[in-house]
């Protein structure tokens, strides 16, 4: 079974930068489209960027301009850079195919404060 493992958070200014990477253990086709997701406290999980095997991206509206989705097919890799960021950016992020058809990793906490 494929492994999601999310790494790169952590507590950042707004205004400040992150780059978020997902590893998977396993191998995952590269035919699937992967997608970066997040959860806020007490709201649902959303989908903010998704990249096709081909390397179109789409984003959410909040983040649209300020992240940045890319992937590492060799690698198995899928990358967030997160800039200009807001505090409610404020998150767990979690990586998976989009739709997201894997089992979920233990995501990576970004928080946004002064």
């Known amino acids: 079974q494929v492994q999601l493992v999310e790494s790169g958070g952590g507590l950042v200014q707004p205004g400040g930068s992150l780059r978020l990477s997902c590893a998977a253990s396993?191998?995952?086709?590269?035919?699937?489209?992967r997608g970066w997701y997040r959860q806020a406290p007490g709201k649902q999980r959303e989908l903010v960027a998704s990249?096709?095997?081909?390397?179109?991206?789409n984003y959410a509206d909040s983040v649209k301009g300020r992240f940045t989705i890319s992937r590492d097919n060799a690698l198995n890799t899928v990358y967030l850079q997160m800039n200009s960021l807001k505090p409610e950016d404020t998150a767990v992020y979690y990586c998976?195919?989009?739709?997201?058809?894997?089992?979920w990793g233990q995501g990576t906490q970004v928080t946004v404060s002064a």
């Open positions: 990249i096709t095997s081909g390397g179109s991206t």
């Open positions: 396993g191998r995952i086709s590269r035919f699937y489209a």
């Open positions: 998976n195919a989009d739709p997201p058809l894997l089992a």
